[in-house]
């Protein structure tokens, strides 16, 4: 692993663990509201919808530079030719390295990531069900993250930043 790929990845779990801490800080402010029905979405406070925005705006931040970053620069470290790949193969190869081995939340969280950018201000029941399912995947993003970080430690033996509580 060179310097800069090493600066890279340094750099991508920080910003996987600063989005994490923000994850899990909205759960816990968030664990009196969630899950939370079509119709109690209107009934939210000032406060639980400030919690809920930045709920839904770090879970896909994380998900983003999980995916954009932090296993890009997982790749490189291994010296991987990831470039020309499709998302499924550098998936598929960080499986191989034994680093990811939950791609099927993977992809679970990458969709319900896809579906909280699109507004229904129209449907509260579909808005309710979609947080819903975001809020049972974000204790899976959240260990999948931590997983994906420790396992770089031990097969780069090498320290990085990583989240305390998944």
């Not at 770090?58 to 995916?67: H, N, V």
């Not at 099927?104 to 129209?122: F, G, K, V």
């Amino acid at each position: 692993m060179t310097e800069i790929d090493g600066a890279r990845l340094d750099t991508a779990a920080q910003t996987c663990v600063r989005h994490a801490e923000r994850v899990q800080s909205a759960i816990d402010s968030l664990r009196t509201v969630m899950p939370v029905g079509g119709s109690d979405l209107q009934q939210l406070t000032d406060e639980d919808v400030r919690a809920l925005d930045q709920f839904v705006y770090r879970f896909g931040k994380l998900q983003d530079a999980a995916g954009t970053q932090l296993f890009a620069a997982l790749l490189a470290a291994f010296e991987e030719p990831y470039r020309e790949w499709s998302m499924r193969d550098r998936l598929n190869r960080l499986e191989q390295l034994g680093i990811l081995s939950a791609l099927d939340d993977w992809e679970a969280i990458r969709a319900i990531r896809n579906r909280l950018t699109h507004e229904y201000p129209d449907d509260a029941e579909r808005q309710a069900a979609i947080l819903d399912e975001a809020w049972t995947l974000a204790p899976v993003l959240l260990r999948i993250i931590h997983t994906v970080i420790a396992g770089a430690e031990r097969r780069l033996d090498r320290r990085l930043p990583n989240i305390n509580f998944a």
